[in-house]
């Protein structure tokens, strides 16, 4: 049986800025206005005989929503971006969370930003792509704690109405 969570209905957006260095349009700083519709199948169990409590489904969805709302993404694991005083092969993501200001430098433009202000993705991009796939992961990790019974997660990171991306991803692989 599936389950389907609709992320406008439910309340699981967030908004954010971000940029996706070479690209074309979206080359430069902007922002978007996301929301996150959660699909699972799985069989049914438990004393009420559910796949999943949507309950749970939305608490964990609306957790990364608010750490990712009102927050600069910036995707660590990008060739484009050069993070000052940051090394990807030894250094942590949590190092640049301890620092004052992150700065960096995508082509000949240089950013500062306080690092209170921004979310260090483990990402190559912080593209609506890779944000479903980072979605589905942590979801199916956290929820993977509590449920033995689930087939797959669905996650649907929509930049705006009738645009989004979608990564599925399967329990056990």
Known sequence: ?????????????FSSAHIIPGHKSCGFIHGHSYFVDVEIEGERTGDFDFVVDFNDVKKYTKAIC???DHRFLLPVYNDLIDIKDFDIKKDSIFDLKNQK??????????????????VFLPLPYSSAEELAKFFAETLAKKLSESYDNLDYISVCVNEGIGQGAQFSKNFVE
């Not at 049986?1 to 957006?13: D, T, Y």
């Open 101 to 118: 200001s992150v700065y960096f430098k995508i082509g000949g433009k240089g950013y500062s930003i306080p690092s209170v202000d921004c």
């Open 66 to 68: 608010d750490e990712l």
């Open 1 to 13: 049986m599936k389950i389907l969570i609709n992320g406008i209905q439910s309340n699981l957006r």
